[in-house]
């Protein structure tokens, strides 16, 4: 630190306040150390902070992104899961009889979920959690199985098309968990697709992804039920 030229007789008034100016920053620090006082003496400072540290937790670009320019609302309706709980299907069908993990673990998928409930509440939102809408086996492996992959492989690995289905739906069920033990609202997009009574017909040929008509299922619901 540079504290400027002074002369031997300002010596005494210099050190002085070198003291009160060192012990200014320090008691910065201590205050910027704690949580609560940084996030109500500089919010906008407390935002970068907090997103640089879920950087360091390793959070995705796409997701920081959308939280460093976090929108003041009442409520941040939270969803996502469907691509977490792929896998690398193409080492799944040169490698069948080798472990291969989802892209994003189930225990990963949780602790995420609930950063992202806390994230929420700092910035005084409400978190709403959406349930998965549910998936059509037999499209999405369909879909998963070409550009060359081995059916016969990844089926092999699989056990059988429901697998697909059923471990989609753990990742919808710890949502649904995640809500409960979090007091969150939860929003049930899933048991509003199967209340329907043509649902396969509302997912495209992928699947998982819904059609336009999905699209709007979950817009209406969500509107009927906020």
């Known amino acids: 630190m540079y504290y400027g030229r002074v002369l031997d007789a300002d010596k005494a008034l210099f050190y002085e306040a070198k003291?009160?100016?060192e012990?200014?920053?320090?008691?910065?620090n201590v205050?910027?150390?704690n949580e609560e006082l940084r996030k109500k003496k500089d919010p906008d400072a407390y935002r970068r902070w907090r997103v640089q540290?879920?950087?360091?937790?390793?959070?995705?670009?796409?997701?920081l992104q959308d939280l460093d320019t976090m929108l003041q609302a009442?409520?941040?309706?939270?969803?996502?899961?469907?691509?977490?709980c792929d896998f690398d299907w193409r080492a799944i069908s040169e490698a069948p009889d080798a472990r291969h993990l989802p892209k994003t673990p189930l225990a990963l998928f949780e602790q995420k979920l609930r950063e992202m409930i806390a994230l929420a509440r700092e910035a005084s939102m409400q978190p709403l959690l959406l349930?998965?809408?549910p998936i059509n086996a037999d499209r999405y492996f369909d879909f998963i199985s070409k550009d060359g992959l081995s059916r016969d492989n990844i089926l092999r690995w699989l056990g059988d098309k429901n697998h697909i289905y059923r471990f989609h739906e753990q990742y919808s069920g710890l949502i649904s968990r995640v809500a409960r033990e979090c007091n969150c609202r939860l929003l049930d997009v899933?048991?509003?697709?199967?209340?329907?009574?043509?649902?396969?017909?509302?997912?495209?040929?992928?699947?998982?992804?819904p059609t336009p008509d999905g699209q709007r299922l979950i817009g209406n619901y969500i509107l009927s039920t906020l």
């Open 74 to 84: 009442d409520a941040a309706i939270i969803e996502f899961g469907g691509n977490d």
């Open 131 to 133: 349930t998965l809408p």
């Open 53 to 63: 540290q879920l950087r360091d937790k390793g959070w995705s670009e796409a997701k």
């Open 23 to 28: 012990s200014d920053v320090r008691r910065e």
């Open 31 to 33: 205050e910027w150390n």
């Open 190 to 209: 899933r048991a509003a697709f199967l209340s329907e009574w043509r649902t396969m017909d509302m997912l495209c040929h992928d699947g998982i992804h």
């Open 19 to 21: 003291a009160r100016l």
